[in-house]
Structures are given as C-alpha cells and as structure tokens.
C-alpha cells in the first residue's frame, strides 16, 4: 500500500460507520449482508472492524467478530460463516474468553479491484489480530474461484494447483502466501433460503423445475422445489488459520 492509504477500526473512526456499510463490495445479489452482524456485531465490536482509505476516500473494509474456541479444528462453529457470528453474540454476552478473531470479509469497493488490495487487507486484519491479543486467527474462506465449478465437491476443488504449485484458487493462494494453512472444511457454512420470486429477481433463472439450478456467482447449485416455491443455497467454506505466534500452525482438513 502506498503512504496515502491509512487504516482505521471503527472504534477509531466512528463517523466512517456509513461509509464502511456503503461501500460497493461485489458480492452475489443472493447474498445479502447478515442482520445479525450488521445491526449488531459491527456495532458491538467496532474495534475489530476495518476501513482503508486511500487519502479520504474509502476503498476496501475488513470485518471480524472474536469468539472462544479451544484450538481443536472439529469444534469450530458447525454452520461456518452464519455460525460464527451466531456464537460471537453467545459467547460475548455469556463473558466467555474471547480467545479468537474470525474473519468475516476482506472486501474491495468495485471501482477500485484490480489493485491487488486484497492481500494488503487481509494481512492488516491478522496484524491487528495479533496485535489486539488473541491467540487464534482464523477465516472461513469463501474460495470464490470455485464459480467456475459449483457442481465439484469442496473436497476436490480445495486440492486444485497450478503448473507452479501454488493454489488454484485465488483467495486460497492469497491466504497460503501469507502463512494461512486449510484445517478444516465447512460444508454448511452459510445458507440462503428464499421464494422462487426473489431467486428469479437475484439471479434472472426461470427456477421452473424441480432440482438443482447453478447460478451467477454461486459457488454450489441452488436447489429449487416448484410445489413448494422456494430455493435453498447451501455454500461450503475453507477453515483457514493463520497463526500469530512462532508456534506451528495446525494442518489438515476435516468436515
């Protein structure tokens, strides 16, 4: 990054809140922000909650939530991306120790992709992890390479490498060029369950059969039911740690 762009949380920066939510992240139309998070989590943890600004302009944010979690791989949120914010609330109300940032999203504004930011976002979100304390940094990435191949198994497209060894998948050779290690897979980490009416205005599918349907920036298919007229999307994420310490990161996958 240049010495233009400057980062802040939003315990720094409150009056960037509106901006911080306005900025134009290009996510599917079918994934709409998460009430939980956005009506509480942000505002709750604003201090693990960053804006990039290149001079006054705000170009890129990177969201997170702490939770506890006893470092063992198969007792991570079992629902993924819904689940962790749903266990960050729980466990922040109950006073547990708060031992872990997830990260939630690494975005850049749309008009200013193509800058290669995203490694630089990331990297200042695990640096302010290690810097605020915590003992695990960890991401249920959403390996979006994987749109070209919604029908594939998770299991098989997270073994996906180039000619040069390095990882298909560009969030996941991001995360592996920073240090970050697979531990686990999640196979239910984020679900979106709607009409067939709103599936056709998010997607322009005629969804006028019963099955599965594979839309625009879906990285698994839809499946429709017509008797009942409504769609379930069930996305899978990568557990991705990274480690804030000298200690060995842990490796592996699981389910």
Same mark, same amino acid.
Do not use: C
């Given at each position: 990054?240049?010495?233009?762009?400057?980062?802040?949380? @939003?315990a720094q920066r409150p009056?960037? @809140?509106?901006?911080?939510?306005?900025?134009?992240?290009?996510?599917?139309?079918?994934i709409e922000p998460n009430r939980l998070l956005v009506e509480w989590g942000i505002h709750a943890h604003a201090e693990h909650q960053l804006i990039v600004l290149d001079?006054?302009?705000?170009?890129?944010?990177?969201?997170?939530?702490?939770?506890?979690?006893?470092?063992?791989?198969?007792?991570?949120?079992?629902?993924?991306?819904?689940?962790?914010?749903?266990?960050?609330?729980?466990d922040t109300y109950s006073e547990a120790t708060l031992n872990m940032l997830c990260a939630l999203e690494a975005g850049i504004d749309a008009r200013h992709t193509g800058r290669g930011l995203s490694q630089s976002v990331f990297t200042a979100l695990r640096d302010h992890a290690r810097e605020a304390g915590?003992?695990?940094?960890?991401?249920?990435?959403?390996?979006?390479?994987?749109?070209?191949?919604?029908?594939?198994?998770?299991?098989?497209?997270?073994?996906?490498?180039?000619?040069?060894?390095?990882?298909?998948?560009?969030?996941?050779?991001?995360?592996?060029?920073?240090?970050?290690?697979?531990?686990?897979?999640?196979?239910?980490s984020m679900t979106i369950s709607a009409p067939l009416d709103i599936w056709r205005t998010w997607t322009?599918?005629?969804?006028?059969?019963?099955? @599965?349907?594979?839309v625009g920036g879906g990285i698994a298919p839809v499946y429709a039911n017509t008797d009942l007229d409504y769609a379930v999307y069930i996305e899978p994420n990568v557990w991705v740690r990274h480690r804030l310490t000298d200690a060995p990161a842990e490796e592996g996958q699981g389910s």
């Open positions: 990054m240049t010495h233009s762009i400057r980062t802040f949380t @939003l009056d960037l @809140l509106p901006a911080f939510l306005n900025l134009d992240i290009p996510w599917p139309a079918f001079g006054d302009t705000p170009i890129a944010r990177a969201s997170s939530l702490p939770l506890h979690w006893d470092g063992n791989p198969q007792t991570l949120p079992s629902r993924g991306w819904d689940g962790v914010i749903e266990q960050s609330a729980t915590f003992e695990h940094f960890i991401a249920p990435v959403r390996p979006s390479g994987k749109t070209e191949f919604p029908e594939m198994p998770i299991e098989d497209y997270v073994e996906r490498r180039r000619d040069d060894g390095q990882r298909a998948d560009n969030w996941l050779r991001i995360h592996e060029r920073i240090g970050g290690r697979i531990i686990a897979l999640s196979h239910t322009a599918e005629p969804f006028t059969t019963t099955g @599965l349907t594979i």
